[in-house]
Structure formats: structure tokens, C-alpha cells
């Protein structure tokens, strides 16, 4: 019995006198600090925490320079994604390594209710850009009633390529809000089949909503 583990022997601090229960604390309360860890060197599944912020934080591949916590999970043989997020907000970043390719994926920033994106990450008219579409118009000689004119093609026209394109971006939006839930999913191997199948469709739909030439309005297959 030279190789029986000595009862007084503990692990995460339980003592084995007897059955020991692991539960989720066991695992959570166990985050490895990183240090000056570079995290492209990082593909081991596990929690871990960077306690200190700095700016040099992203010459070692890290999204921004602000402590955060980091997991790690396996999402194949030889591939891994890892999740970066704020400790006193809601920023959150993911990213993958492709163990084929040997190439990690650049960081994405997730967005919530609490951490909107921006006009210009959606890619959304600016007011320098709205006031310039309006100085346009203005400069066709159509006042505050332009909407109504009907004389003016040229304006006509702009005006509904400009509003197809409005269009098009909300559908679009529309359609990356539905795709995201569906993608983590699969992304965690959790989808059902109909998501699966939820997932294709609206991936092929954003993707010929893509395509769509706005210029052509209101004339639009």
C-alpha cells in the first residue's frame, strides 16, 4: 500500500478522510494570474485574471490594456478561444486560434445593452454626413418640401438610393442580431438542430442582403 494517497493529504483544501464533492467554486475560485503571460502563447484551457492595467498590456496581444479576467476553452483538437472581459464594466473580447493554421483570429469586441456600439461601428451616417447629403439637396434649388417634389429626377433619385441604403443597413443590423445568439450556439456545441438550420438561413439572407445595389432604387430585385 506504498502508493495509497496519505488521508492527510487535501485538495482545494478538503481534506480526503472521505468522499470529497467537487463543485463549481472548485473550479472558479482557482484562476491563474497572468502575469506577464504573452497571450498568443496562452492555448491551455482555464481561468485566469490579469490584476494589473497597463498600456504595454496589447504588445503582448491582449485586446486593450485594462486587468480583466480571461477564459479559455477548447473548441477543437488543437484550437482554443479565448474571452477577455472588463471587470468593472461589461467590455467583453473574443477571439480563436486555429490549431491547423496556427494563426489566432483578431479580437472582437461583443456588444450589449450596456456597451453599445457606436454610429461609426455600425457604419452609420455621421451628422457631417447627413448635413452633407442635405447641403446637396439644397444645392439642387429644392427647399423644405423637397420629400414632395416630384419635377426633380436627379433629386428623386438620390433621394431613394439614399433611403434604400437606410433601409438596407437596418435590415442587416436586424439580421446580425439574430445571427449572434445562434453563432455562440454553435460556436459551444450547444445548438439544437433547428438552430443549426436557423443559423444557415440567416446567414445566407444577410449575405444576399449584401449584395443588394442600393443605386438601382427603387428598381431593386
Known amino acids: ?28 475560485d482557482t484562476a491563474i494570474d497572468l ?11 482555464g481561468l485566469y485574471y490579469q490584476s494589473a492595467s497597463s498600456p504595454d498590456l496589447v504588445h503582448l496581444n491582449y485586446p486593450v490594456g485594462h486587468a480583466r479576467s480571461l477564459a479559455v476553452i477548447k473548441t477543437g483538437r488543437h484550437s482554443v478561444k479565448q474571452t477577455y ?7 467583453t473580447y473574443i477571439r480563436v486560434y486555429n490549431g491547423s493554421s496556427g494563426q489566432w483570429s483578431v479580437w472582437s469586441e461583443l456588444y450589449t445593452t450596456t456597451s453599445k456600439p457606436t ?3 455600425l457604419r452609420l451616417y455621421s451628422r457631417a454626413e447627413i448635413d452633407d447629403i442635405t447641403s446637396q439637396i439644397s444645392s439642387l434649388g429644392v427647399k ?6 416630384t419635377a426633380n429626377e436627379n433629386l428623386i433619385s438620390v433621394t431613394k438610393t439614399q433611403q434604400a441604403k437606410s433601409q438596407k443597413k437596418y435590415l442587416m443590423i436586424q439580421a446580425t442580431d ?4 445562434l453563432q455562440y450556439a454553435v460556436d459551444l456545441q450547444m445548438a439544437t438542430n433547428t438552430e443549426q438550420s436557423k ?3 440567416w446567414k445566407r439572407y444577410y449575405l444576399l442582403l449584401n449584395r443588394v445595389d442600393c443605386s438601382t432604387a427603387p428598381n431593386i430585385d
Open 178 to 181: 439574430a445571427i449572434a445568439p
Open 1 to 28: 500500500m506504498s502508493d495509497a494517497v496519505r488521508i492527510s493529504r487535501i485538495i482545494n483544501g478538503k481534506s480526503l478522510t472521505g468522499d470529497v464533492d467537487i463543485d463549481f467554486r472548485d473550479i472558479f
Open 144 to 149: 423644405q418640401q423637397w420629400v414632395d417634389v
Open 119 to 121: 454610429a461609426a461601428d
Open 35 to 45: 502575469g506577464g503571460q504573452n497571450l498568443n502563447d496562452l492555448n491551455i484551457a
Open 199 to 201: 443559423l444557415t438561413e
Open 85 to 91: 472581459t472588463e471587470w468593472l464594466g461589461s467590455n
